[in-house]
């Protein structure tokens, strides 16, 4: 479950406070595939690094009793200047707990991005298709309850496109997403309760469907 | 997956960074390790040659690089970790998305390494003075690593106000920078107090780091005993500086995360 109670979060710009919610509260209950839809700068990027802990409402809480993933994103999370396995081996320190579980780990990484030698190649080298080969199978090397996506699945090739919907697939029968995306089509394959964001509103749909039809309105 | 305690998970994520910063440190330039060695040295063989000579006699009992040795290691601790914190938080930016690393985690694995390199650094000099000939014995080892520890955790809380401010403020980092010029000059690693005329004293006894220097010679050097430096002082600063810090870093760690 994923508890936000009287989150308010603005941005301040020149001409004022530019609120992305004013006074949200919402139970989201564990188990449910979500989908966050909204425009450019609705703050949808900004409700997932919340949830997941690396940005912070101006007033208010967030509060899950789930074990949360980093939001995986095409900008952050990467030291450009170290290889990916550098990049990689750090972050399974950061989530191992043992020498053993870090070479599993780092094992099934390698495996999965099928970077091949790029693996050893610094991350500031790679297209933004790689950098998400990378993000994924980093993220799918630990086993959290809930993932936290933003638009990493629209960019990769097809075959990588395939490799992460069935991996998904697989892990959401037991597990959930919360995915950030433009692809209405793949929110609603993945999903199925919508939050839309609009003007510092926070709408909540307990069918994506729904959603996606309100938030196709408003365009 | 099992839950941790925070203090695990700090443990981790220093351990993590640690382990790194070691690598990017010397493993990515071959000569990584010669360089941490090599550049002391070369300053210490270049004020030998220059000062050397007119100031054996004002210090008796006292071999001059062992001297220069005792200056130059603790400088160049304070200074590396300083210049290196500046930039610490927009160099490590990557990591904050990862919920765990907090923005101080990345300058305690930096405080351990460096301390790790001028510990390993500083035993090599010693060895090399004694085997040059020169009197390399410890007056009072315990009194000078608890002065060089008191020093390591100053230029850690130094360095993260630097870290901190330097954030919000660029014109703060260049003050420092330009700053630790004349520093260097000011700092005690060429001379003792007691040899500067008595109406300068009082300027340069404001430094802390001139302090420092005093009393780690006051414990190495059994011929060598200061007269104006003051271990309160240091106390004082260390306190004062890192209450500081660590008082505005819990101000604007969730800034410094999300910025």
Same mark, same amino acid.
């Given at each position: 479950?994923?508890?936000?109670?009287?989150?308010?979060?603005?941005?301040?710009?020149?001409?004022?406070?530019?609120?992305?919610?004013?006074?949200?509260?919402?139970?989201?209950?564990?188990?449910?595939?979500?989908?966050?839809? #909204?425009?450019?700068?609705?703050?949808?990027?900004?409700?997932?690094?919340?949830?997941?802990?690396?940005?912070?409402?101006?007033?208010?809480?967030?509060?899950?009793?789930?074990?949360?993933?980093?939001?995986?994103?095409?900008?952050?999370?990467?030291?450009?200047?170290?290889?990916?396995?550098?990049?990689?081996?750090?972050?399974?320190?950061?989530?191992?707990?043992?020498?053993?579980?870090?070479?599993?780990?780092?094992?099934?990484?390698?495996?999965?991005?099928?970077?091949?030698?790029?693996?050893?190649?610094?991350?500031?080298?790679?297209?933004?298709?790689?950098?998400?080969?990378?993000?994924?199978?980093?993220? =799918?090397?630990?086993?959290?309850?809930?993932?936290?996506?933003?638009?990493?699945?629209?960019? #990769?090739?097809?075959?990588?496109?395939?490799?992460?919907?069935?991996?998904?697939?697989?892990?959401?029968?037991?597990?959930?997403?919360?995915?950030?995306?433009?692809?209405?089509?793949? =929110?609603?394959?993945?999903?199925?309760?919508?939050?839309?964001?609009?003007?510092?509103?926070?709408?909540?749909?307990?069918?994506?469907?729904?959603?996606?039809?309100?938030?196709?309105?408003? =365009? | 997956?099992?839950?941790?305690?925070?203090?695990?998970?700090?443990?981790?994520?220093?351990?993590?960074?640690?382990?790194?910063?070691?690598?990017?440190?010397?493993?990515?330039?071959?000569?990584?390790?010669?360089?941490?060695?090599?550049?002391?040295?070369?300053?210490?063989?270049?004020?030998?040659?220059?000062?050397?000579?007119?100031?054996?006699?004002?210090?008796?009992?006292?071999?001059?690089?062992?001297?220069?040795?005792?200056?130059?290691?603790?400088?160049?601790?304070?200074?590396?970790?300083?210049?290196?914190?500046?930039?610490?938080?927009?160099?490590?930016?990557?990591?904050?998305?990862?919920?765990?690393?907090?923005?101080?985690?990345?300058?305690?694995?930096?405080?351990?390494?460096?301390?790790?390199?001028?510990?390993?650094?500083?035993?090599?000099?010693?060895?090399?003075?004694?085997?040059?000939?020169?009197?390399?014995?410890?007056?009072?080892?315990?009194?000078?690593?608890?002065?060089?520890?008191?020093?390591?955790?100053?230029?850690?809380?130094?360095?993260?106000?630097?870290?901190?401010?330097?954030?919000?403020?660029?014109?703060?980092?260049?003050?420092?920078?330009?700053?630790?010029?004349?520093?260097?000059?000011?700092?005690?690693?060429?001379?003792?107090?007691?040899?500067?005329?008595?109406?300068?004293?009082?300027?340069?006894?404001?430094?802390?780091?001139?302090?420092?220097?005093?009393?780690?010679?006051?414990?190495?050097?059994?011929?060598?005993?200061?007269?104006?430096?003051?271990?309160?002082?240091?106390?004082?600063?260390?306190?004062?500086?890192?209450?500081?810090?660590?008082?505005?870093?819990?101000?604007?760690?969730?800034?410094?995360?999300?910025?």
């Amino acid at each position: 479950m994923i508890r936000l109670e009287k989150v308010t979060k603005y941005f301040q710009t020149k001409t004022g406070r530019k609120y992305i919610m004013k006074d949200v509260c919402l139970d989201i209950p564990s188990g449910v595939n979500i989908g966050i839809l #909204g425009l450019n700068g609705a703050g949808k990027s900004t409700l997932l690094k919340m949830v997941g802990g690396i940005d912070f409402p101006n007033s208010g809480k967030i509060e899950s009793d789930m074990n949360l993933s980093w939001p995986l994103s095409l900008t952050g999370g990467f030291q450009g200047s170290l290889t990916g396995k550098e990049n990689a081996k750090l972050i399974c320190r950061l989530y191992s707990k043992t020498d053993k579980d870090v070479k599993r780990a780092l094992d099934f990484i390698f495996e999965f991005s099928e970077l091949g030698d790029y693996f050893a190649m610094p991350v500031k080298t790679y297209s933004s298709g790689m950098r998400a080969r990378l993000g994924f199978a980093m993220s =799918l090397a630990f086993d959290f309850d809930c993932y936290l996506i933003d638009e990493i699945l629209s960019v #990769g090739d097809k075959k990588f496109k395939k490799k992460c919907m069935s991996a998904f697939n697989d892990l959401t029968v037991k597990r959930c997403i919360m995915l950030v995306s433009h692809n209405t089509k793949v =929110l609603k394959k993945m999903c199925n309760a919508g939050i839309v964001l609009e003007n510092g509103e926070l709408n909540y749909f307990e069918d994506m469907d729904n959603a996606v039809k309100y938030y196709q309105s408003q =365009l | 997956m099992e839950t941790r305690t925070c203090w695990q998970i700090q443990k981790a994520v220093v351990n993590a960074l640690f382990l790194r910063e070691l690598k990017t440190r010397f493993g990515s330039q071959k000569f990584g390790y010669f360089w941490a060695i090599m550049e002391p040295a070369a300053i210490i063989a270049v004020f030998w040659v220059m000062f050397g000579l007119s100031l054996r006699k004002t210090l008796p009992g006292i071999d001059y690089p062992m001297f220069l040795m005792t200056g130059m290691l603790p400088w160049q601790l304070f200074a590396n970790i300083t210049n290196r914190s500046m930039a610490a938080f927009e160099a490590n930016r990557g990591l904050f998305n990862y919920r765990q690393v907090k923005p101080i985690d990345p300058l305690i694995a930096r405080v351990f390494v460096e301390g790790l390199v001028y510990f390993t650094v500083f035993l090599l000099f010693m060895s090399l003075g004694k085997f040059l000939g020169f009197d390399a014995a410890i007056d009072d080892i315990f009194g000078l690593s608890l002065i060089l520890a008191q020093l390591l955790f100053f230029s850690f809380s130094f360095g993260l106000l630097c870290a901190v401010i330097g954030t919000f403020s660029e014109n703060y980092t260049k003050i420092i920078k330009i700053m630790l010029r004349p520093l260097f000059f000011s700092s005690g690693i060429f001379f003792t107090v007691a040899t500067v005329p008595d109406k300068y004293k009082w300027l340069l006894l404001w430094n802390p780091i001139l302090h420092f220097m005093e009393l780690i010679r006051t414990y190495y050097f059994a011929a060598f005993q200061t007269q104006d430096a003051s271990r309160i002082y240091t106390i004082f600063w260390t306190v004062g500086v890192s209450i500081l810090a660590l008082w505005l870093y819990s101000k604007l760690k969730n800034k410094i995360i999300a910025s």
